[in-house]
């Protein structure tokens, strides 16, 4: 340990989504909505739900696994393991079951809970190990299994939502640093806007001792707060970036946000000037799948050749917390 490098560099990526497919004709049997109304308020068009033998440890693993195969790593070479999930197998962490089922046994494995931001704030977490020179090899995970969680009753919150996952392989190194810059912001008076909260019960063990039992209530939204939050400080974390590190939308070859709403998309792309082929986006077929929507649009993008070694790009998660940030990345 202790390797004294400067930066990072990205070497992988993979994901994993299960076969099941919930389309909007299929949520209309169950709630009153359209496939019409989803599609033109969120550009929503399908989303995947997991089967009862997938879940976020199933798909945390598929997606990295791919990803190690990427890089072509010797998997016992892995240092680190970062999770980012709000919907774990286990409240006590999922990634040392990620871990395991790799055979990653050299690596320390951890979960983190940011939501939406999840998957960028566990980015940047990893990132900061290998540029201190404590790890070399990390391999960070996004995903999350918001079906178990969703209110199928409520037609404002339940169309939204997938499952799935994605993961990235990222090295030090001592010659460059391809996590350009980031931005990270929480602001915990807007919590309520967006919650998925226990519904603690009250009980007794014996006599005059009570305790709380556990347990979560569904996601609770106020989807209006949500988006006008979103337009409106996901385009200033950017800007701040920017200016930061000296860039501009002009150099940047693609915008990766947090695919929640294709109209935040698109207002968020409008704000900074980036013209509509720039602006990467595959919610159509996934929804939001939390913690998952980042590396499984970087990975689908990779894969199709459409992100290219050395193209830039700036992605920016947001959601619940409420949590937003931003980075900006060279891939390769
Ligand atoms: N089908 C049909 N009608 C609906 C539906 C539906 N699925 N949902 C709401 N409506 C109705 C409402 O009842 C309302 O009717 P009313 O005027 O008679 O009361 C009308 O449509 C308009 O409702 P709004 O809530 O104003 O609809 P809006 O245009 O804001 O769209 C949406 C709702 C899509 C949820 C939008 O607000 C949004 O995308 N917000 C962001 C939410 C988000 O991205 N959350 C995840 C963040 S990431 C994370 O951390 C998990």
């Given at each position: 340990?202790?390797?004294?490098?400067?930066?990072?560099?990205?070497?992988?990526?993979?994901?994993?989504?299960?076969?099941?497919?919930?389309?909007?004709?299929?949520?209309?049997?169950?709630?009153?909505?359209s496939d019409e109304w989803i599609k033109s308020r969120t550009g929503i068009s399908q989303r995947r739900i997991s089967g009862l033998e997938e879940s976020?440890?199933?798909?945390?693993?598929?997606?990295?696994?791919?990803?190690?195969?990427?890089?072509?790593?010797?998997?016992?070479?892995?240092?680190?393991?970062?999770?980012?999930?709000?919907?774990?197998?286990?409240?006590?962490?999922?990634?040392?079951?990620?871990?395991?089922?790799?055979?990653?046994?050299?690596?320390?494995?951890?979960?983190?809970?940011?939501?939406?931001?999840?998957?960028?704030?566990?980015?940047i977490t990893a990132s900061q190990f290998l540029k201190g020179g404590t790890y070399k090899r990390a391999i960070v995970i996004g995903a999350d299994q918001?079906?178990?969680?969703?209110?199928?009753?409520?037609?404002?919150?339940?169309?939204?939502?997938?499952?799935?996952?994605?993961?990235?392989?990222?090295?030090?190194?001592?010659?460059?640093?391809?996590?350009?810059?980031?931005?990270?912001?929480?602001?915990?008076?807007?919590?309520?806007?967006?919650?998925?909260?226990?519904?603690?019960?009250?009980?007794?063990?014996?006599?005059?001792?009570?305790?709380?039992?556990?347990?979560?209530?569904?996601?609770?939204?106020?989807?209006?707060?949500?988006?006008?939050?979103?337009?409106?400080?996901?385009?200033?974390?950017?800007?701040?970036?920017?200016?930061?590190?000296?860039?501009?939308?002009?150099?940047?070859?693609?915008?990766?946000?947090?695919?929640?709403?294709?109209?935040?998309?698109?207002?968020?792309?409008?704000?900074?000037?980036?013209?509509?082929?720039?602006?990467?986006?595959?919610?159509?077929?996934?929804?939001?799948?939390?913690?998952?929507?980042?590396?499984?649009?970087?990975?689908?993008?990779?894969?199709?050749?459409?992100?290219?070694?050395?193209?830039?790009?700036?992605?920016?998660?947001?959601?619940?917390?409420?949590?937003?940030?931003?980075?900006?990345?060279?891939?390769?």
């Amino acid at each position: 340990m202790n390797f004294k490098q400067i930066g990072v560099s990205f070497k992988g990526s993979g994901s994993y989504v299960p076969n099941q497919i919930l389309t909007n004709s299929k949520i209309s049997n169950k709630v009153d909505t359209s496939d019409e109304w989803i599609k033109s308020r969120t550009g929503i068009s399908q989303r995947r739900i997991s089967g009862l033998e997938e879940s976020v440890t199933q798909m945390g693993y598929k997606a990295a696994m791919s990803a190690i195969q990427m890089t072509k790593w010797d998997i016992e070479t892995i240092d680190l393991i970062v999770l980012a999930t709000s919907t774990p197998n286990d409240l006590f962490g999922s990634a040392p079951g990620i871990q395991a089922k790799l055979g990653a046994n050299n690596a320390v494995a951890f979960d983190l809970t940011a939501a939406c931001s999840g998957f960028l704030f566990a980015l940047i977490t990893a990132s900061q190990f290998l540029k201190g020179g404590t790890y070399k090899r990390a391999i960070v995970i996004g995903a999350d299994q918001m079906s178990s969680y969703v209110d199928w009753n409520d037609r404002r919150s339940c169309i939204l939502f997938g499952d799935g996952a994605g993961a990235i392989a990222i090295e030090a190194t001592n010659e460059f640093d391809n996590l350009i810059g980031f931005n990270m912001r929480t602001d915990g008076r807007k919590g309520s806007f967006l919650n998925l909260p226990s519904n603690k019960k009250k009980d007794s063990i014996i006599d005059n001792i009570e305790f709380s039992s556990g347990g979560f209530s569904p996601i609770q939204m106020n989807g209006q707060e949500v988006y006008k939050f979103a337009v409106r400080e996901v385009p200033l974390i950017i800007q701040d970036l920017f200016k930061k590190v000296n860039y501009n939308s002009d150099k940047v070859d693609w915008l990766l946000l947090h695919q929640a709403n294709q109209r935040i998309l698109d207002s968020v792309g409008d704000k900074l000037k980036f013209s509509k082929g720039k602006i990467l986006s595959n919610l159509q077929n996934y929804g939001n799948t939390s913690a998952g929507t980042i590396p499984l649009m970087m990975d689908e993008a990779i894969r199709k050749k459409t992100i290219k070694q050395n193209d830039i790009i700036a992605t920016s998660g947001f959601g619940a917390g409420l949590s937003w940030g931003a980075a900006l990345i060279k891939w390769g």
